[in-house]
């Protein structure tokens, strides 16, 4: 017996001592490749183990690895991941393992919402891909729009920077931005009225964005959403693991200042952390009388009290004013009447003017949108994991502009004379004449050439749930469902906001007879309501007799289902997809209808859904292809079914059809990178709205709606990137579109009041006419050079060819007309230069100047027209001068300087 203890006892102490030899401790160091300094918070894992450690603050690490040899794999967020071999036996310590910024894929930004998210990833997901990461957009973004940032990528056109701060456009492959699905943080933000974004409501986005990928066409989100052109994924901030703040000033031209400031306390032992951002932005705007302002907030929690369950909860938003400027005849910016058009004078705007020795305009945009949403991830098991995002906004806001008879009052400057305009209005006489006369005081109407400033406001308050479930079945085959849940409550209405000197204005303008049966002789208006963002909290549903020319309120719901399998080996990926959604429709209208039956209009619903497919393969570790295909069956928008500011349906409007197919290569080395796209997009079905005079009032208020219009789209796309020496980086792309119209379609006009213009349905004669408002060929050059540590410069340019006018109705009602109007080609040159000054602790101090549009390019951007050329008529650039356009901002430059710590 005795014996048999020292045997076992023998065998343990063989076996520890052999354990014991197996382990061992191994030491490094992880090196940010452009600071050459120590990267902290990296994290370092024995391969197929859970075996694994993070740096510290000098970038060091110590390692109790399970065995003498093997490999450890290091990694850090935004950074390409390193998989290193050691062996104890003949070295205790790695040296130093370098990380460089990963500019191919996002998946590592994001900690919360992994499993709402939707990010393609390199060399997997089947798609047609950009993406722009943190560094990129904290560089370039400067004092320009949001969707700048994305224009050096394929198939990308950004116009119409003139019209404002926050009025860009973004077109992805020729189609608009309501036809592209816009997600942040994988919540969808396209208006559930009109689909349409608007930036101005994002201007915080450049200061918690930490990447943007843009997905071209069919898109891997999960969700039943109709991204026709792309999918445009933005990934905020959330939570930071790791404490740190920064304090940012920019100045810029046009007396552009902007002051940032944030702070984390990152990811404490208890599981809690704390982020907060505010900002402030002021400028006086690329053209003349387009001055604004804003603010942005971010705050946001975390609290990870398990590796089960991580949670997060964040509200941000970015109350916004600004003047605004609109297309225009060309002629009407060649003030001097010279024949020419100066850099000067393309600043030109006719909305403006001087009231009461003030900078004022006509026409003013103002709006606050907040959105909270809170995060919660589950991993239930190895296998299964529950992602859920509870989402909400409240919109307050809208646009200002004349009301009335006499506020086109235009002084010999060629500006609005608010002056003037106050003072035909405090020279109205009330005579007793009318019923509507008060003694003593100046109240004016239409008939006598009055005018008030009056802000037609749009209200919002939405509520939406995104729930993904994901189970992997084994190693190769996984499963993802849920659903997408949303409702929508909007309210519209006019308030007056300026009375230029009245006591009151009288009205009897009205859709109907709820409002004749209130005020049966009219209603005068005294209350001023001032038009700012930054009274949201106070309550605009105020009643009826505050509200001018009209008061409608909506019910939009939605709710969707999704579902995808997909398969992966080493080499392959392939995936399954398809979503159904239903969503209903109700018209509230408070002013038009005087029987509550008649207020509300009948529901309707329309069904949708989109199935889609794709498969990428692995031919070799550098090479891969891919191909895609689907088809969405789209609701129509609310905008579409109820046409003339009544709770009439619209009849003749249905679901829209799109069929896409896409086939990509991919090519990864070392030293070159590059992806090549080949496309093809079905559309039928399809309506649309466009503004413009139809009724020869001289107002750009009515509007036309094409029917059952078909459009093919189809192209190729070329993007790369090039390392030829370490210090230089080399970046390209090129897209050639061949977009078009497929058939004559059916076009009515409507007036301001959407009240039938002329005789009925009238042919639009599109079959083959190019689809307007994006270059249908575009290519760009991007180099970034390394001079010493911290200092590079780099250059960006970008040509644009093939940009023909948007659709108008006059220039195509005749089978013999001359075609889509195409704008000169130009091309644009872009710089800057970046210096980072390494300081303790980790710490910097940031200096970034941007230049943009170096040459002063004069270009023109959009047109609204399709005006072609006619002997003995004014041209600009071979371009007749009756055309409305905008042209493009010239040079433009910002300076700034941040300490991060």
Known sequence: MKKMK???????????????????????TVIDEDSEAGLPGANIVEAGTTNGTITNAEGSFVLNTSSQTGEIVISFMGYEAQTIAFDLSSATGIGEIILEVDANTMEEVVVTGYGVIDVAKDRETPVAVSTIKLPEIIAKSGNQEFPDIMKNTPSVYVGSQAGGYGDSRINIRGFDQVNLALLFNGQPVNGMEDGKVYWSNWQGLTEIATAVQIQRGLGSSKLAISSVGATI???????????????????????????VGSYSTGMGENGWGASVLLSHWQGNGYNDGTQGQGQTYFFSVGFKPSDKHQFNFSVTGAPQWHYQNYTKNLSSYDRDGDGDITNEEQRYNSNWGMYKGEEYSLRENFYHKPVANLNWDWNISDKSSLSTVFY?????????????????????????????????????????????????????????????????????????????????????????????LRTYYGSHFRLVDNLWGLDGYWDDNYNGDGFQETFPGGQVYTQEHEASPYLFWTDRNRETDDKLDYYNTERISYMGAFGQLEYKTGKLSTFVQAAVSTQSYQRFDYMSYSDPDLQVSEKLRHPGYNLKAGANYNLTDNHNVFVNAGYYSRQPFFDDLFLNYQNDVNEYVGNEGVLSLEAGYGFRSAYLDVDLNAYYTGWTDRQIRQGGDFDGDGERDDVAIFENVAETHSGVELEFEAKPIRNLSIRGFASIGFWNYAGDVTARLYDEDRNPIGGGDMILYLDDVKVGNAAQTSFGLL???????????????RFYDRLYAAIDPESFDEEDHDGSLELPSFGILDGGI????????????????????????????????????????????????????????????????????
């Open 834 to 901: 970046s210096y980072k000054l390494y300081l303790k602790n980790r710490n910097s101090l940031n200096f970034r100047f941007n230049a943009n549009n170096i040459l002063n390019k004069q270009f023109l951007s959009q047109s609204d027209t399709n005006i072609h050329p006619e002997a003995g008529e004014a041209e600009w650039e071979g371009v007749n001068m009756d055309n409305r356009v905008y042209f493009g901002n010239g040079f433009t430059w910002n300076f700034s300087i941040a300490y991060r710590f």
């Open 783 to 797: 180099g970034t050079y390394k001079i010493v540590k911290g200092l590079s410069v780099d250059l960006d340019y």
């Open 6 to 28: 020292r045997l076992l006892l023998s065998f343990a102490a063989v076996a520890m001592s052999m354990a014991v030899m197996g382990q061992g401790e191994l030491r490094g």
């Open 233 to 259: 994924n933005v990934v905020t901030k959330a939570t930071d693991m790791v404490e740190g703040g920064r304090f940012s000033a920019m100045v810029g031209n046009d007396g552009y200042m902007k002051y």
């Open 392 to 484: 909400g906004s409240t919109g307050a806001g809208g646009g200002t502009g004349g009301y009335g008879s006499g506020y086109y009052n235009y002084g010999p400057d060629g500006q609005l004379d608010f002056d003037g305009t106050e003072a035909n209005n405090r020279a109205i006489v009330n005579d007793g004449s009318e019923d509507w006369h008060i003694p003593g005081k100046t109240i004016g109407s239409y008939g006598d050439g009055a005018a008030v400033r009056r802000a037609s406001m749009n209200m919002h308050k939405w509520l939406g749930a995104v729930v993904n479930l994901n189970h992997e079945i084994n190693e190769n085959l996984s499963f993802n469902v849920g659903t997408d």
